[in-house]
């Protein structure tokens, strides 16, 4: 997967509670046999008001937020039925990070295993954030991982936590099986124990 070092770009906002997986990824996108074209379905029916009619209010949709690598997000975002789709969805609308005070479990599992990073902060610094997002003027947003901090266009900093071993696997663009060959050298030599101390099972 795509490593995270240094991500700057736009931010968005998308501040309601319990922003569930159907409403990221709607269920008639989830036909494919492969990933290609989710980032077209990613918030379907919130950015359409039916075929070729984008609704020009939804934040995605306007100019200032149109390329936005970074959202804002409500509490409990990724909510519902355990769709993989909507994180692809996500990464190919161009989003790498989500910032807010809570995620659904399997979601976050689902965004560390594809290279989308998941911050979560108090409330109060999660609702400066949004402000900021929510201002075309100064919606640019710099996230370091290495150094784990969000910079805003103004200068301020907030710095936040991440688990050591997530931090590390993202900033290497490992998923799960990368995480695995991570350990090839001591998998094989217990492979070679193993067969030397029970030879029949060769």
Same mark, same amino acid.
């Given at each position: 997967?795509?490593?995270?070092?240094?991500?700057?770009?736009?931010?968005?906002?998308?501040?309601?509670?319990?922003?569930?997986?159907?409403?990221?990824?709607?269920?008639?996108?989830?036909?494919?046999?492969?990933?290609?074209?989710?980032?077209?379905?990613?918030?379907?029916?919130? $950015?359409?008001?039916?075929?070729?009619?984008?609704?020009?209010?939804?934040?995605?949709? $306007?100019?200032? +937020?149109?390329?936005? $690598?970074?959202?804002?997000?409500?509490?409990?975002?990724?909510?519902?039925?355990?769709?993989?789709?909507?994180? +692809?969805?996500?990464?190919?609308?161009?989003?790498?990070?989500?910032?807010?005070?809570?995620?659904?479990?399997?979601?976050?599992? =689902?965004?560390? =295993?594809? /290279?989308?990073?998941?911050?979560?902060?108090?409330?109060?610094?999660?609702?400066?954030?949004?402000?900021?997002?929510?201002?075309?003027? /100064?919606?640019?947003?710099?996230?370091?991982?290495?150094?784990?901090?969000?910079?805003?266009?103004?200068?301020?900093?907030?710095?936040?936590?991440?688990?050591?071993?997530?931090?590390?696997?993202?900033?290497? /663009?490992?998923?799960?099986?990368?995480?695995?060959?991570?350990?090839?050298?001591?998998? $094989?030599?217990?492979?070679?124990?193993?067969?030397?101390?029970?030879? +029949?099972?060769?």
């Amino acid at each position: 997967m795509q490593p995270f070092t240094i991500v700057t770009g736009p931010a968005a906002g998308l501040p309601g509670a319990n922003i569930d997986t159907d409403v990221i990824m709607p269920k008639q996108f989830l036909k494919g046999i492969d990933r290609a074209g989710l980032g077209e379905a990613v918030f379907h029916d919130l $950015r359409h008001a039916g075929p070729g009619r984008p609704r020009p209010d939804f934040v995605l949709n $306007r100019p200032e +937020w149109r390329e936005a $690598r970074i959202l804002v997000v409500g509490p409990n975002f990724g909510c519902g039925s355990s769709r993989e789709h909507a994180v +692809w969805g996500l990464l190919q609308c161009g989003i790498r990070a989500l910032v807010g005070t809570s995620f659904a479990g399997i979601f976050a599992d =689902n965004a560390a =295993n594809n /290279g989308l990073l998941l911050i979560e902060l108090a409330p109060g610094a999660v609702a400066e954030l949004a402000a900021r997002a929510a201002d075309p003027a /100064g919606n640019r947003m710099t996230i370091d991982l290495p150094a784990q901090t969000i910079t805003t266009a103004d200068g301020a900093v907030q710095h936040f936590d991440i688990p050591a071993r997530r931090k590390d696997h993202l900033v290497r /663009g490992l998923d799960a099986i990368g995480a695995t060959l991570d350990h090839a050298d001591a998998i $094989r030599a217990f492979q070679a124990r193993h067969l030397a101390a029970q030879p +029949w099972l060769a």
